[in-house]
């Protein structure tokens, strides 16, 4: 079993940053990939990024590339997701999942947070 916890969520105007955090814990040597997705207001889940844990490799939604960075912490496995330039369309619930494998989908990840608020205000 894999344990996650987000933080670092909170109000932000918009083309401001924040800096969302990941940390699993539990059986993370199951855990080769973390990624983050977000649900805003009536949408679908959709994916925002993800980072190997043992690669390094990483993948991002093509709606947001340019304005955020996933990056992880070598030794903590803690991962961090930038979020630069923000829009108030980025309002939504971000959550931190892990699996086995980089997937788009969310039902590629059996492992979830409970995930953080952002808001961004115009």
């Known amino acids: 079993q894999v344990q996650l916890v987000e933080s670092g969520g909170g109000l932000a105007q918009a083309g401001g940053s924040l800096r969302l955090s990941c940390t699993p814990s539990g059986r993370t040597f199951s855990a080769y990939v973390v990624a983050w997705f977000r649900q805003a207001p009536g949408k679908e889940r959709e994916f925002v990024a993800g980072?190997?844990?043992?690669?390094?490799?990483?993948d991002y939604a093509d709606s947001m590339k340019g304005r955020l960075t996933i990056s992880r912490d070598g030794a903590k496995n803690t991962v961090f997701l930038q979020l630069n330039n923000l829009k108030p369309e980025d309002t939504a619930v971000y959550y931190c999942?892990?699996?086995?494998?980089?997937?788009?989908?969310?039902?590629?990840?059996?492992?979830w947070g409970q995930g953080t608020q952002v808001t961004v205000s115009s």
């Open positions: 980072i190997s844990l043992n690669t390094f490799y990483t």
């Open positions: 999942a892990a699996g086995n494998s980089m997937r788009v989908a969310r039902g590629g990840y059996p492992y």
